[in-house]
Structure formats: structure tokens, C-alpha cells
């Protein structure tokens, strides 16, 4: 059974570029959320698609976006990067109808902006 | 404005003895509460879940307590091993399509 999957694992970007980070959910499920690790503290909702939309929200700025695709994987666009957004980004996926509320995380991509 | 506090930065605890990583919360809208475990170069793996119409959950060695008058949890190891040793992170449920909010971790070290 295969668990989340992420990639790149890592990444090296400067300033002002564009990143995709992509993530395939555990098999099954129907929902990916997206969550930003900065160092020494703990991930950060950034936002959840389900059905192909983006169903919800976090603190982040417009130039975060994504993409869900119809077998459930899904894409984090991240533009005009800042040295700020260097970072851990977590995919974790669930089950909507399940009623359990438990995410998967998979391994991360790190990013470095210079 | 952090909602999720893990106030212990890091514990030591003697392998075989309880390891107690704790956890407070301000918004008593939270409806479900989970804790993860993470290795370096891992993402962060689910241990265990308690909802908020409960106040204790346990699986094996882990045992989680809720307190929602003091809007508290805590987490359990019983026995402690070393293979425990990691980031442990309390997360709680907001809203209604399973948004986490997470404390800043707490780093558990097993020690023979």
C-alpha cells in the first residue's frame, strides 16, 4: 500500500523564481492538504483541495497556489519566491467521507531560496 | 497568535521509565486533537487521536489524556524506548474539512 509521495525532495531556487512541489496521496485517498515547516516549529496549514478546488485556506499570500488533478494528486505553485519561503512543505492526504480525521504526511520537499 | 502551545522545547527520559510531552490549546472550538511523531528527513507519522468527547485514548504504550476544562492534553509512553526518540507534535482539528494547527513541537531523547 503505498503511503504519500512527494517531489522533489529538494530544491534550490533563488529569489524571484518560480516552484511546482508535487504530491500523489496514499492510495485511496480523496483529499490533499498542503503545510509549510519553517525550522524550529511546526507545520503551517497552507490550504486543502478536495474534489479538484481548493476547499480552505490558511494565512498565506496569493502567490501560493495549487492544483488538484482527477486521480487526487496534487500541485503546490509557489511565485515570486522570497528568501522567507525556505522551508519544509509537508503534502498530507485523508479520506473525506472516512470521518476519520486522521492525515498521512508524506516525506516533504525542502526548499531553499537564496 | 499560537492556539496549539507545546511550552517543553525538550525532554530527556531514562529508557523503561514515562516520557509526559504535553500540550495547551485556546480555542475550545477544537473538535478532535492527534499527535505525530517526526524522524529527521521524515515527514511527520500520525500515534494517536483522541476527539474532543473523550478524555483518554490508548494504543499500546500510548496513552493520550484530554482535559478540556484546562484545555490540556497530554501524551503518554509507556515504556519509553529509544526508538521513541524524535519530535513529537500536537495538532488539533479547526473547523470543518480538517485543517490542523500545530504546536512548535517537543523534542523527546530516550536514553539508556
Known amino acids: 500500500d503505498a503511503g504519500v509521495t512527494q517531489s522533489p525532495t529538494h530544491l534550490i531556487k533563488t529569489r524571484g523564481q518560480q516552484v511546482t512541489l508535487r504530491c500523489s496521496p496514499k492510495s485511496g485517498h480523496d483529499t490533499v492538504s498542503w503545510y509549510q515547516q519553517a525550522l524550529g516549529q511546526g507545520p503551517q496549514f497552507i490550504f486543502q483541495y478536495y474534489e479538484e478546488e481548493e476547499r480552505q485556506r490558511g494565512n498565506f499570500p496569493d502567490r501560493f497556489s495549487g492544483h488538484q488533478f482527477p486521480n487526487y494528486s496534487s500541485e503546490l505553485n509557489v511565485n515570486a519566491l522570497l528568501l522567507g519561503d525556505s522551508a519544509l512543505y509537508l503534502c498530507?492526504?485523508?479520506?473525506?467521507?472516512?470521518?476519520?480525521?486522521?492525515?498521512?504526511f508524506g516525506p516533504g520537499t525542502r526548499l531553499l531560496v537564496l | 497568535d499560537q492556539q496549539v502551545k507545546q511550552n517543553s522545547p525538550s525532554l530527556s527520559v531514562q529508557e523503561g521509565r514515562i516520557s509526559i510531552l504535553n500540550c495547551d490549546y485556546t480555542?475550545?472550538?477544537?473538535?478532535?486533537f492527534l499527535w505525530y511523531k517526526k524522524y529527521p528527513a521524515e515527514g511527520p507519522t500520525f500515534l494517536i487521536s483522541i476527539s474532543s468527547i473523550k478524555d483518554k485514548n490508548e494504543d499500546g504504550r500510548f496513552t493520550v489524556f484530554l482535559n478540556k476544562s484546562a484545555k490540556h492534553l497530554s501524551l503518554h509512553i509507556v515504556p519509553s524506548q529509544p526508538g521513541d526518540s524524535a519530535v513529537y507534535f500536537c495538532?488539533?482539528?479547526?473547523?470543518?474539512?480538517?485543517?490542523?494547527?500545530f504546536g512548535a513541537g517537543t523534542r523527546l531523547a530516550v536514553h539508556p
Open positions: 495538532a488539533a482539528r479547526s473547523g470543518g474539512y480538517n485543517k490542523l494547527i
Open positions: 480555542n475550545s472550538m477544537f473538535d478532535y
Open positions: 498530507a492526504s485523508s479520506l473525506a467521507s472516512s470521518g476519520q480525521e486522521t492525515q498521512y
